[in-house]
């Protein structure tokens, strides 16, 4: 970033805008680590927030399997050096599915019949592991603005979100949805033993049109006492 950019974000003022909501989602890959007719235990190199529900995309060479899923519970396991030496949390994660009673199940069961390995213990207990096999999992939640500015804004949502995650975020403005990537900065329980958190967001990727169009809003709001510096 160059020092006049640098200047220019530090100079920009926050501002709370009440009533102003939006939704981030939320990519990320995984691995898979067994499979039942129920659920499945997955490895990511993310935290994925328990209770969540998440839509999830299972890869064996080029079948896909598409699914539905709500995040039960999700522990660190460890950590992995990565090629540039920097050190990759590990988290395992245990995912419920949803409707694979319905128009899942026939599809699911498909996929376990092809290419699940299925041992004494899996005959017993009904998990199966599956070599070489990938999930893409996606997570979106609302969140309302409690902060914004040009550069990014402070969020309260109900998922929790690491610093550096990478999501899309849609703001949804009186003119029109801005649409951007965005990063994580910084993430904080807003009430202690309750999931919601206040979650801060750098845009990646906001046009110079958008850009625009969210300094006139701003501009707007502040001059008609609507909204407030912060």
């Known amino acids: 970033m160059s020092e006049a950019a640098d200047h220019e974000r530090r100079r920009s003022r926050r501002v709370a805008l009440p009533d102003t909501h939006g939704s981030l989602v939320v990519s990320l890959d995984g691995r898979v680590l067994d499979i039942s007719?129920?659920?499945?235990?997955?490895?990511?190199?993310?935290?994925?927030?328990p209770h969540h529900r998440i839509a999830l995309r299972i890869a064996k060479g080029p079948e896909l399997l598409q699914l539905e899923g709500r995040v039960v519970w999700?522990?660190?396991?460890?950590?992995?050096?990565?090629?540039?030496?920097?050190?990759i949390p590990l988290y395992r994660a245990?995912?419920?599915?949803?409707?694979?009673?319905?128009?899942?199940?026939?599809?699911?069961?498909?996929?376990?019949?092809?290419?699940?390995?299925?041992?004494?213990?899996?005959?017993?207990?009904?998990?199966?592991?599956?070599?070489?096999?990938?999930?893409?999992?996606?997570?979106?939640a609302e969140f309302e603005v409690r902060a914004i500015n040009l550069h990014g804004m402070a969020v309260e949502t109900l998922l929790r979100l690491d610093p550096d995650v990478v999501c899309d975020v849609e703001l949804r403005l009186p003119e029109r949805t801005l649409a951007c990537r965005a990063r994580v900065v910084g993430s904080r329980a807003l009430i202690p033993g309750r999931e919601i958190y206040e979650v801060a967001v750098e845009y990646l990727d906001l046009t110079a049109e958008d850009r625009e169009l969210l300094r006139e809003i701003l501009r707007r709001e502040l001059a008609s006492g609507a909204a407030r510096p912060v």
Do not use: K
Not at 77 to 85: C, I, L, M, S, Y
Not at 96 to 101: I, K, R
């Open 37 to 49: 007719v129920a659920g499945m235990a997955i490895e990511t190199n993310s935290r994925l927030s």
């Open 94 to 140: 245990g995912i419920e599915f949803s409707g694979v009673l319905a128009d899942g199940a026939r599809s699911l069961l498909s996929f376990l019949e092809a290419h699940a390995i299925v041992t004494l213990e899996t005959r017993i207990f009904g998990r199966f592991r599956i070599e070489n096999s990938s999930v893409a999992v996606s997570s979106t």
């Open 74 to 87: 999700c522990f660190l396991q460890g950590t992995r050096a990565a090629e540039n030496g920097e050190t």
